[in-house]
């Protein structure tokens, strides 16, 4: 599976931004999906999933609130809709797929390369 992130750039404070991620290939016609960022120094976190079949979602503590998963099940592409972006949002966010009903830290199967997101102010 080709995992592959689109979207990061240079925003403002209070900013939106959505990230994409597409996933061909492999095993299955659809995947979990899920996002996460990692700042240098620190352990990659999660932020939020979304189930194979589209219809649920989870988030983590950083996105509840500004952040918004969704998915285009028919073309295995997820989305991550930042909202009133921060200085600390800066981070590579990697978007990754899961074989499971879920996709969590654990058994994520498939990685993308990530993509970088910074916020001045």
């Known amino acids: 599976v080709q995992v592959e992130e689109f979207g990061g750039g240079l925003a403002q404070v209070g900013d939106s931004l959505t990230l994409s991620c597409v996933a061909t290939?492999?095993?299955?016609?659809?995947?979990?999906m899920g996002w996460w960022r990692q700042v240098p120094g620190r352990e990659r976190e999660f932020l939020a999933g979304?189930?194979?079949?589209?219809?649920?979602?989870e988030y983590g503590g950083s996105a509840a609130g500004r952040f918004t998963i969704a998915k285009a099940n028919t073309e295995n592409v997820a989305f991550l809709h930042l909202k009133n972006l921060q200085p600390e949002d800066t981070a590579v966010y990697y978007c990754?797929?899961?074989?499971?009903?879920?996709?969590?830290?654990?058994?994520?199967?498939?990685w993308g390369q990530g993509t970088q997101v910074t916020v001045s102010s």
């Open positions: 290939g492999g095993p299955s016609s659809t995947y979990a």
């Open positions: 990754a797929v899961g074989l499971r009903e879920w996709v969590t830290t654990v058994n994520a199967r498939y």
């Open positions: 979304i189930k194979r079949a589209g219809d649920n979602t």
